[in-house]
């Protein structure tokens, strides 16, 4: 059972940066394909970016593209959303999400943490 806990969310304006975190409690991160997903009110939740084990493309949604970036230190056994340019639309709760490269369908949550963009 791995446990994945985000940190780093909070109210913005809108243009501001906020950099999300996820920590991990597993001792081999580096095998852990890692996603972030967001929901914001009233709607589904939706993928945000990708970031797969060593060596692999990250990805992202359209609407964010050129204004978030992934990243993971699996030394630390942490994943980073940094988010710049906020806007009002990003205001959602934000979801680390991981899975072994082997055991894809069993997927970890953390709790998630609010992201705020609101003058």
């Known amino acids: 059972q791995v446990q994945l806990v985000e940190s780093g969310g909070g109210l913005v304006q809108p243009g501001g940066s906020l950099r999300l975190s996820c920590a991990a409690s597993?001792?081999?991160?580096?095998?852990?394909?890692m996603n972030w997903y967001r929901q914001p009110p009233g709607k589904e939740r939706e993928l945000v970016a990708t970031?797969?084990?060593?060596?692999?493309?990250?990805d992202y949604a359209d609407s964010v593209k050129g204004r978030f970036s992934i990243s993971r230190d699996d030394a630390k056994n942490t994943v980073y959303l940094q988010m710049n340019n906020l806007k009002p639309e990003d205001t959602a709760v934000y979801y680390c999400?991981?899975?072994?490269?082997?055991?894809?369908?069993?997927?970890?949550w953390g709790l998630g943490t609010q992201v705020t963009v609101s003058s």
């Open positions: 999400n991981g899975y072994h490269f082997l055991a894809p369908g069993i997927q970890y």
């Open positions: 970031i797969p084990r060593a060596g692999g493309n990250t």
């Open positions: 597993t001792y081999d991160l580096s095998n852990y394909v």
